[in-house]
C-alpha cells in the first residue's frame, strides 16, 4: 500500500472549518483515499473514503485532487468532540486488504 | 452501519495468565478480521489478519504462538494473549470489512481492549 504523509498537528477554532491534508504521491491507481479518526482509547471511527471524485457524508468531505497525489479531509464547522487524531490511509478495495497506519494528525479544536 | 463489537473493553490480571479477547461483527458476516495493538502515544500496529476458516497470517515480529487467533465463525475471531506478562500491557483492537462491494468497503473497528497486566 502506498504510504501516506500528514503534517504531526493542527489546531482549529471550534465552528470553523477544519482542513487536513494528505500527501499520497506514490498512489495506485486502484487504492483508495481512507480517512479514519480516534479519539483518545477508543477504536478508530470510520469517516469517509474516495477514489477519484470528491465525497461528501454527514461527518465530512474529502477533496481528492485530480491527479489523486494528495486529498484534504474538510470538518465544516469543528466542535471540541472532533479533537481526535486523524489518520489518512490508502489501500487496495478488497476487503482482505489490511490497514496500514501512519502517525496521523493530531487535531485540536479550541473554543 | 456496519458494527463490530469487542469483549472484554478492560481486563486486568496477574502476570502468567492467559486473557481472551472476542470480536463480533454485529450485522455483517466477516470472512477476514484484523487485530491491531496500540501503545500509549503511538499509532495503530498490525499484529495478524483473521482468517474465517484458516490459519491467521501475522506480522513481521508478532509472536504466533504468543497470541492465538481463532476465526472460527463469520462473525467471532478471538485473539488469546497467552502466560501474558506486564510488557503484554497495551490496547488492544479488532476490525472488519462488511461483504465486499462496490467501492471499496471500509473497515469498522471494535471499542478496543485495555489489558493491564499486574
Known amino acids: 500500500d502506498a504510504k501516506t504523509t500528514q503534517p504531526p498537528s493542527m489546531d482549529c477554532a471550534e465552528g470553523r472549518a477544519a482542513n487536513l491534508p494528505c500527501n499520497h504521491s506514490t498512489i495506485s491507481g486502484n487504492e483508495y483515499v481512507y480517512w479514519y479518526r480516534q479519539i483518545h482509547s477508543q477504536g478508530p471511527q470510520y469517516i469517509i473514503h474516495?477514489?477519484?471524485n470528491n465525497e461528501t457524508n454527514e461527518m465530512a468531505s474529502l477533496i481528492i485532487t485530480e491527479d489523486r497525489k494528495s486529498s484534504t479531509l474538510i470538518l465544516p464547522h469543528a466542535t471540541l468532540r472532533d479533537t481526535a487524531v486523524y489518520y489518512c490511509?490508502?489501500?487496495?478495495?478488497?476487503?482482505?486488504?489490511?490497514?496500514?497506519f501512519g502517525t496521523g494528525t493530531r487535531l485540536q479544536v479550541f473554543p | 452501519g456496519a458494527v463490530v463489537s469487542q469483549h472484554p473493553s478492560r481486563v486486568i490480571c496477574k502476570s502468567g495468565t492467559s486473557v481472551k479477547i472476542e470480536c463480533r461483527s454485529l450485522d455483517f458476516q466477516a470472512t477476514t478480521m484484523f487485530w491491531y495493538r496500540q501503545f500509549p502515544k503511538q499509532s495503530l500496529m498490525l499484529m495478524a489478519t483473521s482468517n474465517e476458516g484458516s490459519k491467521a497470517t501475522y506480522e513481521q515480529g508478532v509472536e504466533k504462538d504468543k497470541f492465538l487467533i481463532n476465526h472460527a465463525s463469520l462473525t467471532l475471531s478471538t485473539l488469546t494473549v497467552t502466560s501474558a506478562h506486564p510488557e503484554d500491557s497495551s490496547f488492544y483492537i479488532c476490525?472488519?470489512?462488511?461483504?465486499?462491494?462496490?467501492?471499496?468497503?471500509?473497515?469498522?473497528f471494535g471499542d478496543g481492549t485495555r489489558l493491564s497486566i499486574l
Open positions: 474516495g477514489l477519484k
Open positions: 490511509i490508502v489501500r487496495a478495495p478488497y476487503n482482505t486488504d489490511k490497514l496500514i
Open positions: 476490525s472488519a470489512s462488511s461483504p465486499q462491494g462496490q467501492g471499496g468497503q471500509p473497515q469498522h
